[in-house]
């Protein structure tokens, strides 16, 4: 009997190409419950392209995705390329999966706690007055309960960002995937944000996580991931990567790291 747990997320071979650029080259990874990846790569090395996959907001032309053991059923075309079969499978599956942008691409003209309820309430069909009361729960969690009447451009980038991060936690997703949520911040701004998601590693959440900050990597995911042109180069433990240096180009991207945060 496979007494294995079930992975939160399990992708397979995921490969993507835009015309002749073959952006994704195979890409496949496990996250248990738990479990926080951190995707780390140049730019241009086809992370975003990967997360992207793994909600489908992009379909992958190869490979397979399962969230708790369910399977996204694909179908074949034609020309060899597969899509979802399944729209309401796509559905539920994206809404059980939290998206964090680095642009954080909040609703401007509804305020902070429109926001948050919107996805529960349109999407999951929950009750306004139910939806509100959690909404402050976790406006409270990232700090921003007195802003909830505020409009995002009245937010600083670091106080949007956690609100993002509140609207995508109303969904009570599985696992959340952040696509370098400090990368478009001024610099004062990143650790706040960084808090917020060290504090949801803490209680056990399932994320998975693109961003350029060693120090979270290192020190606040147990597992990592470096992309290079669309395959991954290394992965294992922080300590088995930073400690190791198990590949040239990983050692060279950490150096390129390094040297810039001393600027
Ligand atoms: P990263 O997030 O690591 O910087 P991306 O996944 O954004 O990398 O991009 C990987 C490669 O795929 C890049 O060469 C990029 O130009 C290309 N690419 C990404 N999205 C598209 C698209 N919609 N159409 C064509 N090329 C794309
Ligand atoms: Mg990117």
Redesign the pocket.
């Known amino acids: 009997m496979n007494t294995q747990p079930k992975a939160a997320l399990s992708v397979s071979n995921i490969q993507k190409s835009?015309g002749q650029?073959h952006?994704l080259k195979g890409i496949s990874l496990n996250a248990h419950k738990g479990d926080v990846v951190s995707i780390l790569?140049a730019?241009?090395?086809?992370?975003?392209?990967?997360l992207r996959c793994i909600n489908l907001l992009e379909t992958p032309d190869e490979g397979s995705i399962s969230l708790n053991g369910e399977t996204i059923e694909m179908k074949r075309l034609r020309d060899g390329r597969q899509v979802p079969s399944n729209t309401r499978q796509v559905e539920q599956i994206r809404s059980r999966l939290g998206m964090v942008f680095q642009s954080f691409n909040l609703w401007s003209h509804r305020s902070v706690i429109e926001n948050v309820i919107e996805g529960p309430m349109r999407v999951l069909k929950r009750s306004r007055a139910e939806c509100v009361e959690e909404a402050e729960q976790l406006l409270q969690k990232v700090g921003l309960y007195d802003r909830r009447d505020y409009y995002p451009a009245h937010l600083s980038g670091g106080q949007q960002q956690r609100v993002a991060i509140a609207r995508a936690l109303a969904m009570n997703p599985q696992v959340m995937l952040f696509d370098e949520p400090t990368s478009a911040l001024d610099p004062e701004l990143v650790g706040e944000v960084l808090k917020v998601m060290r504090g949801l590693a803490e209680e056990g959440r399932t994320m998975l996580v693109?961003t350029h900050e060693m120090g979270f990597a290192r020190h606040v995911s147990n597992r990592v991931v470096f992309?290079q042109d669309g395959h991954i180069d290394a992965q294992g433990t922080p300590a088995e990567l930073f400690e190791g240096l198990p590949t040239e180009r990983f050692r060279q991207f950490v150096a390129s790291h390094q040297l810039r945060s001393a600027e």
């Open positions: 835009y650029a952006v790569g730019s241009g090395s086809g992370k975003s392209t990967f693109v992309m």
